[in-house]
């Protein structure tokens, strides 16, 4: 039916569906008609027809005849927009294009050139210069020095030369290297040492001191505690004990940077607690 109406065109669908319905119209009034005439003849018949059409109000379908004309006419008012929105189709040709012909490229061959390589540098000899051995002295200078001295001869003394004072370089020392200082054995080990070599001072106990003496030094290039001096110290001869311990102490592994050995500084802590 779509295909039908699109074929047709839009007037002419517009057209077909305004006959169609003022149609449709026309056999409903005339069912409508041809039944109100059925009833008012099995009810009466001859001239008392038109007084009991009169009477019979709703069989008169003659006063709805402009109702039904504006519903017919709004309904192909409807249609004939609803038509209007059907596209048209039309018979599209395909254009012929032709033969399209494709030319065959021609391959062109490009001839590989040789770079020849530069030429290498001259290169020149060196020039040897010979020098003599040893340059011949035409005049000798000789020194005439007097056999006598004359009491009046006064002999000249050379100024003494200042030496200057050469400044020793100082050694860096380091705080934190790649190869750390250590006891030989292990920290663990020196500990051990430490309390078989301590004694405990008689004031502290007396006292009842406690607590950690914090002594700082520096491990030399070969090893030997050097520069051992308290940091943070708890008094009562703990400070003065730890120190003398320290300084007994055997060598140590010295640090390294960069493979070699520098010096290093070190903070220790040594517990004092009585048993």
Known sequence: ??????????TWTAVLFVVFFLALIQIFRFVINKTGSDILSGKKSGQEGSILVKKYNDVDVSKYSALFGLIGLSLSLLFVLVALEFPSYEDQTLMDL??????????????????QPPPPPKVTAPVIVEVPDEEEIEDEIEIEIPEEFDEET???????????????AVEEIFEIVEDPAGFPGG????YKWVGKNMKYPSQAKRMGVEGKVYIQFVVDKDGTLTDIKVVRGIGAGCDEEAV???????KWKPGKQRGR?????MV????????
Do not use: C, Y
């Not at 039916?1 to 839009?10: K, R």
């Open 244 to 250: 003398r311990v320290l300084k007994k102490a055997p």
């Open 98 to 115: 032709g033969s399209i012909d494709f030319a065959e490229e021609e391959m062109i061959d490009v001839p590989v050139t040789q770079q």
């Open 1 to 10: 039916m779509v295909d039908i109406l699109g074929s047709l065109g839009a």
């Open 154 to 168: 006064v002999i000249e003394e050379a100024p003494e030369v200042e030496e200057e004072e050469v400044e020793e």
């Open 268 to 275: 220790l802590p040594i517990s004092f607690k009585l048993g």
């Open 261 to 265: 050995a520098v010096k290093q500084r």
């Open 187 to 190: 920290m663990g080990k020196f």
